[in-house]
């Protein structure tokens, strides 16, 4: 969606994000006051966030896409060229963490209570952003599926294209991500409200570990080729990375309380690859995850884990529950691994999302469980 | 609320203008009060700044992938050689008969034939419903019969087809290029009223890699390589096969020199070649796709002007466990190809005939981004 305006062409998306940006700002400044946190900080955040968002989601779209640009194209200083689109919406959070820190540091605020102001509404933002995406007509929309009732009687749930003598019914992916978005708004919100016990850092590390197992499920079913390497969906990538991130985040935390070591309960975190390793050694789990043909490799990534292994378990304190979180959390991201794989060419799609959905909330609970467990610990004491 | 939200807005907008309202300014003396009035102003200032900014955004951000636009105004600026009497490719069909019109009347001895438009996204005419058998269809102007013949421990599904016109050897994509998108073959075949189609190259779903990726003469991407082989069709739908070379020019040159004699209607990027002018090809050690490991396999060749074959391997299964390249180039050469390429295998190969796919896999039907598919040109 084009139009024109002062002699220019704006867009409807790119119209739809500034006044996303915008209400986002606000609520930010609405949220924050409770904080006792002035209109200038958030003033200079605004000023630092959109254009820091707007860098980095740029520069990691060009990461992904550095061979399109230098090789398919031949001419990498189009990366300069933004405005012809190509964002990340990983990177555009990655540049608002970024100006959140230096905003923090430039008005001497805690980083980490200034974090939890601008992320607490940040799943508007999220929300604005994703509806925005149906204007473009390229992102947000998903497989193709046969399920011509449901998407007469649920029109909202599909997005309708014409393919030569048919109408077809794909994902409307990026309605399903702004629902999901407002949720996790909701979730962070009665968080930040009613948890007493929580410290800085907290509301924003439960809107990463959320947001990010979502993206696990959401861009599995989009079908717009946008930031891929190959096979690999790199966004779907950092959306397992964020619950990981908190729940390493979470285990220091732990670790310092009990004194538990975390490179012991990083090493057995070693035990479900090498479970999975030797599984696709023995039957291949498909094509792709399939090393019988290359036993030498599999046999060499054992011995390497194994020698990992022996190397911190010398060492004492591992601790039974963290190992617990650990092993729960990468058995889960291993069948997540597993349910990608498996959902090209699935018999039943309807039931591998569903999976995959389960997946996705056991990787959101594995850091809760841990955070939990530490809070009830801390008002026993 | 709203009125509690309203009354946010002004409360705040009357302290940024007007400073803190009377009783926190009970105290104060009148520097202070002038420089809290300074500080708001300021506020104002950066707010305005801040507005500003988002609102340029509307021009600056498009989407948050390239536009489709600018990708073909890239692919344009690419810098390339096609050679001074290089045919534009976006002018259209210009049906230049040569031996296929002689094998064309032979075969197909009807009159008056209208030609498919040459658009990527106009589907085929809709086949007569009646003149389906289980394993073939034929009408005024296709010819298409399905066998099936085990080898080298596996299955292969076979589909001969003769058209009456180089318009009804087709090609579709899934959405628009550089979309992303996919779909199910037998999606693709019954929106695009398919007689019979196989997969393509899968190199229509993303603008990156290398490859001269053409589509009813829709170019996608236009780069040449050292590592693959091409397949060109051209105005009479005759397949022209360029090996690839030691350097990329060796490729453009190749390319070059075919663009100055014929019009360039699609071009795929996958291969290896199987067969080149009848003569049976060797298949090199480092060709993408494991040449060399059994999996299931797709492939078309010609056999004679507007006559072809489709094969489709059936593999990782118990019933067949797929076939390596070289199998499958022995294969297309002792059917009698003069020409034949392998397309995408593994999970994307699929044979579709009368909507339902005929190749068997070990996973359901996958979604590929792009077919090749005949279709017939009755006016039905």
Redesign the interface.
């Known amino acids: 969606m ?1 139009f024109q ?1 002062f002699g ?4 409807g ?3 739809a ?3 996303d ?2 209400a986002y ?1 606000f609520a930010v400044w ?1 949220f924050s006051r409770k904080s006792h946190m002035d ?2 900080a958030v ?2 955040y ?2 630092l966030g ?2 820091l968002g ?1 860098i980095v989601s740029r520069i990691f779209f060009c990461a992904v ?1 550095v ?2 640009y230098t ?5 990498p200083w ?1 990366m300069l ?9 990983a990177g555009m959070l990655a540049g608002l963490v970024l100006a959140a820190l230096i905003a923090a540091k430039l008005k001497k605020l805690d980083f980490r209570a200034f974090l939890d102001a601008v992320f607490l509404p940040a799943g508007l933002l999220v929300f604005g ?1 994703r509806l925005a ?1 149906g204007l ?1 007509e ?2 947000g ?1 998903g ?2 599926v ?1 399920v011509d009732a449901l998407a007469n009687s649920m029109p909202v749930l599909f997005v309708t ?1 014409t ?4 109408e ?1 019914h ?1 994902l409307a992916v990026f309605r399903y991500e702004a629902a999901f978005a407002l949720l996790v708004f909701a979730l962070t919100l009665w968080f930040f409200r009613t948890s007493k016990k929580r410290q800085s850092g907290d509301a924003a590390m439960l809107f990463f570990a959320l947001y990010g197992a979502g993206q696990v499920l959401f861009e599995s079913m989009r ?4 930031m ?1 390497l190959g096979f690999i969906r790199v966004q779907q990538v950092l959306g397992v990375l964020a619950p990981l991130i908190v729940l390493t985040v979470l285990c220091r935390r732990y670790g310092r309380r009990h004194g538990a070591r975390d490179a012991v309960t990083a090493a057995w975190t070693a035990l479900p690859v090498m479970a999975l390793i030797l599984w696709m050694m023995v039957a291949p789990i ?2 792709v995850l399939d090393l019988s ?1 290359h036993i030498p490799l599999g046999i060499g990534l054992l011995a390497a884990l194994c020698l990992y292994l022996a190397f911190f378990l010398r060492i004492k304190g591992a601790n039974l529950r963290l190992i617990l979180a650990w092993l729960a959390a990468l058995l889960t991201v291993t069948a997540c691994v597993l349910l990608e794989f ?1 959902m ?4 039943n799609l309807g039931r591998d999302y569903a999976l995959l959905a389960l997946c996705c909330a056991v990787l959101f609970l594995c850091p809760c469980a841990l955070y939990r467990a530490l809070h009830r610990q801390e008002e026993r004491s | 609320m709203i009125l509690f ?1 309203f009354y ?1 807005i002004r409360g ?1 907008l009357d302290s ?1 203008v007007d400073g803190p309202p009377m009783y926190y300014n009970k105290g104060i003396n009148r520097k202070g009060r002038t420089a809290m009035r300074s500080a708001n102003r300021r ?1 104002i200032f ?2 305005g ?3 500003l ?16 636009g ?1 990708a073909a ?3 344009e ?3 390339l050689d096609l050679g001074s009497d290089a045919l534009p490719l976006t002018e259209g069909l210009n049906v230049r008969y040569t031996a296929s019109a002689g094998m064309m009347d032979a075969i197909f001895p009807v009159n008056n034939i209208s030609y498919l438009p040459l658009d990527l ?3 085929g005419r ?1 086949p007569l419903e009646a003149n389906f058998t289980e394993t073939s269809y034929q009408d005024e102007t296709i010819w298409v019969e399905i066998e099936e013949t085990r080898a080298y421990d596996s299955a292969f599904h076979v589909a001969y087809v003769k058209i009456a016109t180089p318009t009804q050897l087709r090609t ?1 994509i ?2 628009k290029f ?7 073959p037998t ?2 075949s ?4 398919a007689v019979v189609l196989i997969n393509g190259d899968y190199y229509t ?6 490859g001269y990726i053409v589509r009813q003469g829709e170019k996608h ?1 236009w ?1 040449a390589s050292n590592r693959t082989d091409l397949l060109l069709i051209d105005e009479n739908s005759d397949f022209h096969i360029i090996l690839h070379g030691d350097s990329k020019s060796d490729e453009e040159e190749a390319v070059d020199a075919f663009l100055e004699e014929h019009e360039l209607i699609n071009a795929f990027y996958f291969g290896p070649a199987l067969v080149v002018d009848g003569e049976l090809q060797e298949i090199p050690d480092e060709y993408l796709g494991d040449p060399h ?1 059994d ?1 299931p396999r797709a492939a078309i060749g010609q056999l004679a002007p507007l006559t072809y074959v489709l094969v489709s391997v059936d593999g ?1 299964t118990d019933a067949s466990a797929g076939i390596t390249v070289e199998e499958l180039a022995a294969f297309m050469k002792d059917l009698g190809c003069e020409q034949a390429y392998a397309m995408d295998g ?2 994307s190969s699929a044979l579709v005939f009368h909507n339902q796919l005929v190749s068997v ?1 070990d ?5 590929v981004s792009d077919v090749i598919y005949f279709a017939t040109a009755i006016d039905n």
């Open positions: 084009t305006a220019l062409t704006g867009y998306y790119g119209l994000a500034g006044a940006a915008l700002l609405f209109a200038d003033l200079l605004g000023m959109i254009p707007l896409n061979q399109y090789k398919t194209i031949m001419q189009r060229s933004f405005w012809d689109g190509g964002y990340s919406m952003l995406e473009t390229l992102l929309v497989r193709q046969s294209e393919m030569g003598a048919m077809l794909r079908d717009d080729g946008h891929m498909n094509h043909r498996s090209d060419g699935s018999a | 939200t946010h705040s940024l506020l950066f707010a700044i801040v507005v900014m988002a609102l340029s955004l509307m021009f600056a951000v498009p989407s948050g992938a390239v536009t489709l600018a105004r890239y692919q600026d690419t810098e996204t106009e589907p809709v579709a899934a959405g550089g979309s992303g998108r996919t779909l199910k999606v693709f019954q929106s695009m009223n779903k993303t603008d990156s890699g290398n991407r780069k490991e999996n990782r593994g999970n896999k996973v359901n039907e996958r979604d």
